[in-house]
């Protein structure tokens, strides 16, 4: 399947629905996925290396995954605070359809799977869980965490994980030279060929330098 598709608003490959087993916030689930999205087939290697190496979701408060394609990310947010909003936010409306079938499925309530322009103005997020689709290209993803990463409540984090070898370590640079004041970055695990970078914010400006991994 092309990258194109699941960039798409509506892609224009066949649906094509199919049922996975997967373990999801320690839980063995069945989900539905479908051709046009991204990694239709299983739980993609980046999202793995993300989901193992982020800690608990807050109990409660407004959660963001940027880019959920099928929902990975936010099935397992919801499973672990079933208090909490998820806000699953996709461009593709039939990876949007899909987060809501699991979620009807697995009788999560907590979920809203939207376009990024229906989330409301006012609200911030306890934390961000991702893994952005980088190869939308440089500027659109620069332009998305632009807008995204001071949503964030004070003292809360965003969690991205990127693949090394498509820029990981340069986007890392990218953040800490864009969010200096009020924000650490860091790169907080690898494995698998994948950095999982961590964006806090502070609130106000660190009384110590930012926290960099070079």
Request: one cysteine or more; proline letters at 8%; a neutral charge.
């Given at each position: 399947?092309?990258?194109?598709?699941?960039?798409?608003?509506?892609?224009?490959?066949?649906?094509?629905?199919?049922?996975?087993?997967?373990?999801?916030?320690?839980?063995?689930?069945?989900?539905?996925?479908?051709?046009?999205?991204?990694?239709?087939?299983?739980?993609?290697?980046?999202?793995?290396?993300?989901?193992?190496?982020?800690?608990?979701?807050?109990?409660?408060?407004?959660?963001?995954?940027?880019g959920c394609?099928?929902?990975?990310?936010?099935?397992?947010?919801?499973?672990?605070?079933?208090?909490?909003?998820?806000?699953?936010?996709?461009?593709?409306?039939?990876?949007?359809?899909?987060?809501?079938?699991?979620?009807?499925?697995?009788?999560?309530?907590?979920?809203?799977?939207?376009?990024?322009?229906?989330?409301?103005?006012?609200?911030?997020?306890?934390?961000?869980?991702?893994?952005?689709?980088?190869?939308?290209?440089?500027?659109?993803l620069h332009?998305?965490?632009?807008?995204?990463?001071?949503?964030?409540?004070?003292?809360?984090?965003?969690?991205?994980?990127?693949?090394?070898?498509?820029?990981?370590?340069?986007?890392?640079?990218?953040?800490?030279?864009?969010?200096?004041?009020?924000?650490?970055?860091?790169?907080?695990?690898?494995?698998?060929?994948?950095?999982?970078?961590?964006?806090?914010?502070?609130?106000?400006?660190?009384?110590?330098?930012?926290?960099?991994?070079?």
């Amino acid at each position: 399947m092309g990258s194109e598709h699941y960039f798409s608003a509506s892609p224009s490959s066949p649906e094509q629905l199919r049922h996975l087993r997967v373990t999801l916030a320690g839980r063995e689930l069945e989900v539905v996925t479908a051709g046009g999205v991204f990694s239709p087939d299983h739980v993609d290697a980046g999202t793995s290396v993300l989901l193992a190496n982020t800690p608990p979701p807050p109990a409660g408060g407004n959660f963001l995954d940027l880019g959920c394609g099928w929902g990975p990310i936010s099935l397992s947010l919801a499973l672990a605070s079933p208090h909490a909003t998820v806000w699953a936010v996709d461009v593709n409306e039939r990876a949007l359809d899909l987060v809501r079938r699991n979620a009807e499925s697995l009788g999560l309530s907590n979920i809203n799977a939207v376009r990024p322009e229906d989330v409301p103005e006012d609200v911030t997020f306890r934390t961000i869980r991702s893994n952005p689709p980088i190869r939308v290209g440089k500027s659109e993803l620069h332009g998305m965490l632009q807008h995204w990463i001071p949503r964030l409540s004070e003292r809360s984090d965003g969690w991205f994980v990127v693949q090394r070898n498509l820029g990981s370590d340069s986007l890392q640079r990218w953040l800490a030279a864009t969010f200096p004041a009020g924000y650490s970055v860091q790169r907080a695990a690898t494995g698998r060929g994948f950095r999982v970078l961590r964006v806090r914010k502070h609130g106000s400006p660190p009384s110590e330098l930012i926290d960099v991994v070079s």
